[in-house]
């Protein structure tokens, strides 16, 4: 497995890092459903085995993720390899049986403290402000306590994790001040929306997480238009029938011939064109089993530049602009 810089830090991170959301399981939050549907813990763990079996060495968590589940599976599982990099999020939480954030001061003070010791750690490798906007960074309490954090040896480098719609805001504020070491953005074959700014970022020698890889599965090329998803699984709201019979054929007819010049699955394609960035530090698949680990960490390959400026340009048009602007604006 490749090692990447993580920007201007001393972390080391694998190119392919373990996404660890699914493993939460389908928890709820009200009638919200905050997982993707339900999880087999021995099956998350037997992931989490396989993945430092493929040298995986970037986990990617947050404490809202099975409302703390996550983490807990992740510190059981890597109690004894403290040489791996484990990610984390403050910021979305449960209040009262409702979704809500906090980035005060006190709150991400506490909060911390659960996380590490629901992570089996005395300090956080990475902790991220989970999808903060401008007025809660304007307010300060959330940097004021990521610098006491980083002060106090609990946390080694923080940074934000950026909304899914309008990232750019929140960047360039971090930025102008010189604040945090990285960024979590959303970026994949459909979705390049965030291009410019992880270029930015990255240049400014900040590290760079890629969430989303594979849309929600549509580039696994698995995904067929009937698919069905439970209540309990975020994405029934967000990828109905005509909306995967429009990208899973757009994808069949302009992206997955591809494939045959490299000999790779659509899946491969995917991961190889995000990789193909020496900008990106690491991409963060969402894993919960050791056959998800293994398809996402194996048969890597180098993809050529003339095909990645293709794959760039491809949602650029028309037709594919449509089609991204719809999975976007629900996801």
């Known amino acids: 497995m490749e090692l990447r810089s993580f920007g ?6 694998s190119a392919i890092g373990f996404g660890a959301w699914a493993i939460g399981g389908n928890a709820m939050i009200g009638d919200v459903a905050i997982g993707w549907g339900p999880s087999d813990d021995d099956l998350s763990s037997r992931a989490i085995r396989t993945a430092l079996d493929q040298g995986i060495l970037f986990f990617d968590t947050a404490d809202i993720y099975g409302l703390g589940h996550s983490e807990n599976l992740l510190g059981k599982a890597l109690k004894d390899h403290q040489e791996v990099v484990i990610a984390t999020k403050v910021g979305n939480c449960a209040k009262n049986g409702l979704f809500t954030v906090d980035y005060s001061y006190n709150y991400i003070i506490e909060a911390c403290e659960a996380s590490l010791k629901r992570l089996n750690r005395e300090v956080i490798d990475y902790y991220q402000l989970h999808s903060a906007r401008l007025t809660h960074l304007e307010q300060g309490d959330c940097i ?10 609990k946390i080694r480098y923080w940074g ?3 909304n899914t719609f309008t990232p750019e805001p929140e960047a360039q504020w971090i930025m102008e001040r010189h604040e945090g070491s990285g960024f979590q953005l959303v970026l994949n074959l459909m979705n390049g929306k965030a291009l410019p700014l992880m270029r930015m970022a990255a240049q400014k020698g900040y590290g760079i997480i890629v969430r ?3 849309q929600f599965g549509l580039l696994t090329g698995k995904m067929k238009p009937d ?3 439970g209540p309990d699984d975020h994405r029934h709201k967000r990828l109905d029938p005509i909306l995967l019979q429009e990208a899973t054929q ?3 007819n302009h992206v997955w011939p591809i494939c045959q010049n490299y000999q790779c699955t659509p899946l491969q394609l995917a991961l190889a064109y995000l990789l193909s960035f020496p900008e990106v530090s690491t991409v963060i698949p969402g894993l919960r089993s050791p056959q998800q680990v293994e398809e996402n960490s194996s048969g890597l390959f180098r993809l050529d530049l003339k095909d990645r400026d293709y794959l760039e340009q491809l949602f650029q048009s028309a037709p594919g602009q449509a089609i991204w602007h719809d ?3 629900r996801g």
């Open 327 to 329: 999975l976007v604006t």
């Open 250 to 252: 757009y994808l069949e």
């Open 8 to 13: 201007n830090t001393d972390l080391q991170v």
């Open 212 to 214: 989303m890889p594979l």
């Open 227 to 229: 698919r069905h998803f």
């Open 144 to 153: 004021a306590a990521m610098h006491q954090l980083k002060q106090e040896g």
């Open 160 to 162: 934000l994790s950026l």
